[in-house]
């Protein structure tokens, strides 16, 4: 029996809900949607009200996803504008430079409506109108935020490229979506690090075709060649330029944001997001599970090349007019008292940050974390993977003093926003288990079937009806967006996850039951790493599993077979991982590589990675049958080598 953390009698006070709420409200969002969310609707100001609420399918062929469909609104106006009135002087960002000795800067609203104006006008300036993509590819500092917002106040979509992709990817990001603009900085700066941002446009400029403009905020001062016409300094283009920019009136479903993310096939799928459903859920699931007070300064670690970094640094904390921390650096840099010594400068009320850097930082000690005082902390919450409960625990008793609940958080880029997770002051945590789902969540298992599993047991975990968070189409391609997620269980998103039901009720996440790796909480496709490593003039062949990796949650472990008269040596494998870092990005980098004379595969030809990922996690008990193999010697060669390498 996993241990229970109850839900303290001061936090059953202080929650916006408390665990009768929770079942009650719960029970209503089910059973009626559209009087629900059309009551929930109203937490943002639309210029033209909504007057229906819910129209969705996921009948199979006619997949069509649509809220609050009438309405109108502007998403800058109702993360900036409409706070001007109460909180103009409030702090809406607060930054914080990867160099501690540097200055942190704070934003209020009133200046953040300035730059945000400013921002749109020059984009207005460099043609970009309503319905155009823009790339954005910066650094984590306020003027990615302004350029977000900015997109958002003239209608423009962004598809924001986590700064760590290589030219590469950003090219095939570009091109997929037919971006014409691109937002970028001079450099970034991580841990100390540089990172060669407008370089690295350039580099993918190179490789695709149709950018127009490309606009470059400084932001160390590099020295960066500019070409000239098409590229622009944001400090020049933007003197003298007026702060003051009409919202463009969007209807709630015109195309948000595209965001790239990887699947089980292919290239990255840009997931897209609408205005409206996006916003109220994103909105109501960070005041609800941070519980989220007036006040509250409030730190998500995410980069906002990722969907938490959209969801909850940006768009949900500023709907909300909160305080939100954005942070350039690393957990470790310069020390790993980093995080906890920002907490206590920032005085930051609730942390929101991923398994992977708790387990890190778990790593170096208590010390590090005890240094600091940590008093102002009320709530703790983490997502992008599973957590162990050691780790929970750590969290927790190390960081938290026993005094902070841990909120566990699993959504997706898909879902827009959380989707299981303990409300604070309602449900009582189990280190390690999701909880309980988000109102108008109703999530269920099936087995390989796609037989429903009722009460406790496991199988994969599917979402049957719509939330207005939901992605709505995959750009460009609605048929993929429908074969995808809606086709492996008709009638039923399917999540990708597989999923514990305990006799509690509590969702247990186990991780992807696709071909989908996650790293350090970032989502990596095994045919994407399979593609980059075959490209390399001396591999034949290339298959990719994950495999237990203590920090990472996961790592990449890869088979390769070379070309013939090739030998695999400590050098090629160095040449490898530096070759994969080059076509995706470092967060790709092998972390194992087994040279491979032949992979296992049925007679048709299929590789048979169950088998792969048994020998990558060292469980050479239960290969389970070989004997459909085409050449079963092939396993044992594999077993043979893995055992002795190293
Ligand atoms: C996948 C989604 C959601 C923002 C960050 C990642 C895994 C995410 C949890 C959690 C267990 C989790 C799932 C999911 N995941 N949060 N709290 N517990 N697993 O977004 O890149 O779209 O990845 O991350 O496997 O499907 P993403």
């Not at 609707?41 to 009948?59: C, H």
């Not at 968070?469 to 391609?477: I, L, N, S």
């Not at 509590?506 to 991780?511: D, H, K, L, V």
Request: proline residues 6%.
């Amino acid at each position: 029996m996993a241990e229970l953390y109850p839900v303290s009698p001061e936090w059953e006070k202080r929650a916006f809900v408390d665990a009768a709420d929770y079942e009650k409200t719960y029970e209503r969002s089910i059973k009626d949607p559209d009087g629900f969310w059309g009551e929930i609707g109203k937490r943002l100001d639309w210029i033209r009200p909504f007057t229906k609420v819910k129209n969705t399918s996921f009948a199979p062929g006619k997949v069509s996803i649509k809220w609050y469909e009438d309405g109108t609104l502007n998403v800058s106006a109702n993360c900036v504008d409409r706070h001007l009135i109460k909180r103009s002087n409030q702090i809406a960002i607060i930054f914080e430079p990867d160099d501690p000795k540097a200055r942190a800067r704070k934003i209020t609203y009133r200046e953040l409506h300035e730059e945000v104006g400013r921002f749109a006008n020059v984009l207005k300036a460099q043609g970009v109108k309503k319905g155009d993509r823009v790339t954005i590819y910066m650094p984590m500092v306020p003027e990615a935020a302004y350029a977000m917002l900015a997109c958002t106040r003239i209608g423009a979509v962004h598809s924001v490229v986590f700064g760590g992709f290589s030219p590469d990817s950003i090219a095939g990001r570009i091109e997929d979506c037919k971006s014409e603009f691109v937002i970028t900085a001079d450099e970034g700066v991580r841990g100390g690090r540089k990172i060669p941002l407008k370089a690295n446009i350039d580099a993918a400029l190179e490789k695709c075709a149709g950018v127009k403009s490309v606009i470059v905020v400084r932001h160390v001062g590099a020295d960066v060649p500019m070409k000239s016409g098409r590229d622009h300094w944001y400090d020049e283009a933007s003197k003298g330029v007026p702060t003051e920019c009409k919202p463009e009136e969007m209807s709630a479903e015109d195309p948000l944001f595209i965001l790239y993310t990887s699947g089980s096939t292919g290239k990255p799928k840009g997931v897209l997001h609408t205005t409206g459903g996006y916003l109220v859920y994103a909105s109501y699931t960070h005041q609800l599970a941070f519980d989220y007070h007036d006040g509250d300064i409030y730190w998500c670690t995410a980069d906002v090349g990722w969907v938490t970094g959209h969801s909850y640094v940006l768009y949900g904390p500023l709907a909300n007019g909160a305080t939100t921390l954005m942070f350039e650096g690393v957990p470790n840099y310069p020390t790993t008292s980093r995080f906890w010594e920002v907490v206590d400068k920032h005085q930051v009320n609730i942390f929101y940050t991923a398994p992977t850097a708790i387990r890190a930082l778990m790593g170096a000690g208590d010390e590090p974390v005890k240094q600091t005082s940590r008093a102002s902390l009320k709530l703790l919450a983490t997502v992008g993977e599973p957590i162990n409960p050691e780790a929970w625990e750590w969290y927790w008793r190390v960081v938290g003093d026993s005094r902070c609940p841990v909120i566990d958080t699993w959504w997706q880029t898909e879902t827009g926003g959380h989707m299981i997770m303990p409300l604070p002051g309602a449900i009582p945590q189990k280190p390690g288990s999701a909880t309980k789902p988000f109102f108008g969540v109703k999530p269920e298992l099936v087995d390989a079937e796609g037989k429903t599993i009722e009460g406790a047991g496991a199988g994969n975990l599917v979402i049957t009806d719509s939330w207005p968070g939901q992605m709505r189409t995959v750009y460009g391609d609605h048929a993929r967006f429908m074969e995808t997620y809606f086709s492996t269980y008709p009638n039923k998103y399917f999540t990708g996850d597989g999923c514990r039901r305990d006799e509690d009720g509590y969702y247990w996440i186990t991780g992807r039951v696709d071909d989908v790796l996650n790293v350090s909480g970032h989502r990596l496709g095994t045919a994407e790493v399979e593609s980059a490593l075959v490209s390399h003039p001396k591999v034949s062949e290339a298959a990719v599993v994950g495999y237990p990796h203590n920090i990472k949650g996961q790592g990449i472990y890869a088979y390769v077979t070379l070309m013939a008269g090739e030998t695999g040596d400590d050098a090629l494998r160095k040449e490898l991982v530096q070759w994969v870092r080059k076509e995706i990005g470092p967060i790709a980098s092998p972390d194992m590589i087994q040279f491979a004379p032949g992979l296992p595969k049925t007679r048709s030809g299929k590789i048979m990675r169950r088998i792969l990922r048994k020998i990558a996690e060292d469980d050479f008990s239960n290969l389970g049958d070989t004997s459909t193999l085409a050449d079963p010697t092939v396993v044992t060669d594999l077993v043979d080598n893995r055992q002795n390498r190293q």
